[in-house]
């Protein structure tokens, strides 16, 4: 079976402080990952994902993940927060099923 | 990156009617489509893969006569709630693959979801 965890509700990071959103996860076969914001009434906006290669994976908008396989983990960062990345942040994972499953979500507050 | 649109952003119908969703990727096409659902404060729930010029295969608990979906061409996929009640109310949100190194490695991209609301 494949699922993911997004241990905290909401994370919240002063501006130009860095922020992490914690997800790990459990898959069949070799994990991608996936993460994607979400902006009020709207839909899903991808960050970035990881295949292969290298353990830290850069994305849009400064946002950036490191993939630990021994600790089946991967956790988006950014080095200086902004307060227009407040959002709800979803990490994903697709293995052998080749099916796209979603955390519960993390709500990122940025306080000015 | 590739842009997925959706149509209409918001409705509100009387319960009993139906209502059709169209899902439309603009710069790229897609043989593969996805229809999700999101109630609030949660995560997404896939309910149905759309593949074009096939029946589309709907997840455990999904009932395909009430959740009508049709892929009749590459950038185009519609979902159609039948006799829609109140608790269909919610977010549903369309996704469309993009095809790189493989099925397992491929980024799906989301439309900005549509809003209905059953009165």
């Known amino acids: 079976a494949q699922s993911v965890a997004q241990p905290e509700d909401q994370v919240n990071v002063a501006e130009g402080n860095p922020l992490t959103v914690k997800c790990t996860y459990s898959v069949s076969g070799n994990p991608y990952l996936f993460w994607y914001v979400q902006y009020p009434n709207r839909g899903l906006q991808f960050l970035l994902k990881y295949i292969t290669g290298d353990n830290l994976v850069k994305g849009s908008y400064g946002f950036e993940a490191e993939f630990n396989k021994s600790q089946t983990s991967f956790h988006l960062k950014k080095p200086s927060a902004l307060v227009s990345d407040s959002a709800l942040y979803f990490c994903?994972?697709?293995?052998?099923?080749?099916?796209?499953?979603f955390g519960t979500g993390t709500r990122l507050l940025v306080s000015p | 990156g590739a842009v997925v649109s959706q149509h209409p952003s918001r409705v509100i119908c009387k319960s009993g009617t139906s209502v059709k969703i169209e899902c439309r990727s603009l710069d790229f096409q897609a043989t593969t489509m996805f229809w999700y659902r999101q109630f609030p404060k949660q995560s997404l729930m896939l309910m149905a893969t759309?593949?074009?010029?096939?029946?589309?295969?709907?997840e455990q608990g999904v009932e395909k006569d009430k959740f009508l979906i049709n892929h009749a061409s590459l950038t185009l996929s519609t979902l159609t709630v039948t006799s829609a009640h109140p608790e269909d109310s919610s977010f549903y949100i369309c996704s469309a693959r993009v095809t790189s190194g493989g099925v397992g490695t491929d980024t799906q991209y989301f439309g900005p979801g549509t809003r209905l609301t059953v009165l």
């Open positions: 759309s593949n074009e010029g096939s029946k589309a295969t709907y």
């Open positions: 994903a994972v697709r293995g052998s099923l080749k099916k796209l499953v």
